[in-house]
């Protein structure tokens, strides 16, 4: 059974590559992260961030490990054996988790019916938001459930974003005003470390470097969806997802 997003694009050979992924695996569920692309400036900003966390935040190898508990699955393409779907209740039994994509993921493992994660590459391409409000909306539904509603881990997310993102743009700032060379060479260091990470999500993911040197920028948007995210899902107000609210009542 194979569930894809709608804003999904499939090139020549994606659906055999994983069927025999997963038939080579003995799998239960084959889940392909797509190629990210980017079409108005608000995914330029934050995508690229986003897709960094992702890459240190998930680890493949463990994922993909029927020894390590650790369990994640890409809701844009998830193909299932049969008989492991309806094992572990299908979407029915995760009808009241927001990210249910992961809960499916983690079902599946936890029954040790065998998860494998993989990146599909041009072969599978998404756009994930049409614009910078579904952005906004989508980003701010899920981060603070995947921090599993922890607070202290938010605040240190977003101290992070904006110390790596930000930090030595503001550096170069300073480093003029105030003349001080050991700053502006501790900022440069850090801009060219992320352009580095850009250049390495090119080759990894495909994605161009559009707009890398507005990273200091896309650095505040995301820590500030972050901020949101856990104002929203903690309290309720404005929790939506495609206008429908997702607060429990």
Same mark, same amino acid.
């Given at each position: 059974l194979l569930f894809l997003?709608?804003?999904?694009?499939?090139g020549s050979g994606a659906i055999e590559a994983a069927l025999g992924h997963l038939l080579a695996s003995g799998s239960g569920l084959?889940?392909?992260?797509p190629q990210l692309v980017c079409g108005c400036l608000a995914e330029w900003l934050v995508q690229p961030i986003m897709m960094t966390i992702l890459a240190v935040g998930y680890n493949f190898a463990a994922v993909n490990?029927?020894?390590?508990p650790k369990a994640f699955a890409f809701g844009p393409?998830?193909?299932?054996?049969?008989?492991?779907?309806?094992?572990?209740?299908?979407?029915?039994?995760?009808?009241?988790?927001?990210?249910e994509d992961v809960a499916l993921g983690q079902r599946i493992k936890a029954q040790g019916l065998g998860l494998q994660i993989c990146l599909g590459?041009?072969?599978?391409?998404?756009?994930? @938001?049409?614009?910078?409000? *579904?952005?906004?909306?989508?980003? %701010?539904?899920?981060?603070?459930?995947?921090?599993?509603?922890?607070w202290a881990l938010a605040v240190l997310a977003m101290g992070t974003v904006l110390g790596i993102c930000s930090l030595p743009w503001l550096g170069v700032i300073l480093a003029g005003a105030t003349g001080s060379l050991e700053v502006l060479l501790a900022s440069l260091a850090g801009i060219l470390a992320q352009l580095a990470i850009r250049l390495l999500l090119r080759h990894w993911a495909h994605l161009p470097?559009? @707009?890398?040197?507005?990273? *200091?920028?896309?650095?505040?948007? %995301?820590?500030?969806i972050i901020l949101?995210?856990?104002?929203?899902t903690t309290t309720g107000r404005n929790w939506t997802w495609r206008g429908r609210s997702l607060a429990v009542h």
């Open positions: 997003d709608c804003d999904v694009r499939l084959v889940s392909v992260g490990d029927p020894d390590n393409f998830l193909l299932f054996r049969r008989s492991a779907y309806e094992q572990v209740g299908g979407h029915a039994g995760v009808a009241d988790v927001v990210i590459g041009p072969r599978v391409r998404s756009r994930m @938001y049409a614009n910078g409000a *579904a952005l906004w909306e989508g980003w %701010t539904k899920n981060w603070f459930l995947g921090l599993e509603r922890n470097l559009c @707009y890398w040197w507005l990273t *200091a920028v896309g650095g505040w948007a %995301t820590a500030a949101a995210s856990a104002i929203r």
